[in-house]
């Protein structure tokens, strides 16, 4: 079955960075365009940002544009998000995400299991 | 404060039909198809209805979407233990241009 693998998430101060690995395997990665999503603890789901297959198109929600950088290796089959001028409110569980359907019609199959990032002094 | 509004919380009793709303706009459920998807407690969300009322394989039928101007609705039939989740709408916003969520609706099986 399809699998997405983060990594990279932990503690670290407000104003710092961060990179997330999502790993995908047992499907064509090149084929699907990916998506990253967050959940701050105990609140709902956040749409992050996205990219194409090929990563010519990419968005990002507001609260994350201009600090925020999705990137993809398909030869490597991975999944990236660089997180610079960290927040509090940035503190959540991270989700890469396959996207189906396309934009204007995503909606998203297969979820990894999350990595943790906590922005705290 | 979500894009999509739903009700926080739901109940029912095993075996009894429930229902979630969920509440949009014009420039989101108006134009766009809705997806719902279930977390269970301590786990990553979980595709349950795509294109506003269809399953992907494996889900139960007893699980089924609608949508009707800026609202959509999901409805379990049949409750079942298992079911107790949080479950979110979510669908594209042409003004946002993006995603957007609901808040989450937690069931809870008395």
């Known amino acids: 079955e399809v699998q997405l693998v983060e990594s990279g998430g932990g503690l670290v101060q407000p104003g710092g960075s961060l990179r997330l690995s999502c790993v995908a395997s047992?499907?064509?990665?090149?084929?699907?365009?990916m998506n990253w999503v967050r959940q701050a603890p105990g609140k709902g789901l956040e749409w992050v940002s996205y990219?194409?297959?090929?990563?010519?198109?990419?968005y990002y929600a507001d609260s994350v544009k201009g600090r925020f950088t999705i990137s993809r290796d398909n030869a490597q089959n991975s999944l990236y998000l660089q997180m610079n001028s960290l927040r509090v409110e940035d503190t959540a569980v991270y989700y890469c995400a396959r996207d189906v359907g396309g934009v204007g019609a995503t909606f998203w199959d297969y979820w990894g299991q999350g990595t943790l990032v906590t922005v705290a002094s | 404060q979500s894009v999509l509004t739903q009700p926080p919380s739901a109940s029912g009793t095993p075996g009894q039909r429930v229902t979630i709303s969920c509440s949009g706009s014009s420039s989101n459920i108006g134009r766009n198809s809705v997806n719902w998807y279930q977390q269970l407690p301590g786990t990553a969300p979980k595709l349950l209805i795509y294109?506003?009322?269809q399953r992907p394989s494996g889900v139960p039928d007893r699980f089924s979407g609608s949508k009707s101007g800026t609202s959509a609705s999901l409805a379990i039939s049949g409750l079942q233990s298992e079911d107790e989740a949080e479950y979110y709408c979510a669908t594209w916003d042409d003004s946002l241009n993006g995603p957007v969520f609901g808040g989450g609706t937690k069931l809870t099986v008395l």
């Open positions: 990219i194409s297959k090929s990563s010519s198109t990419i």
């Open positions: 047992r499907f064509t990665f090149s084929k699907y365009s």
């Open positions: 294109s506003n009322n």
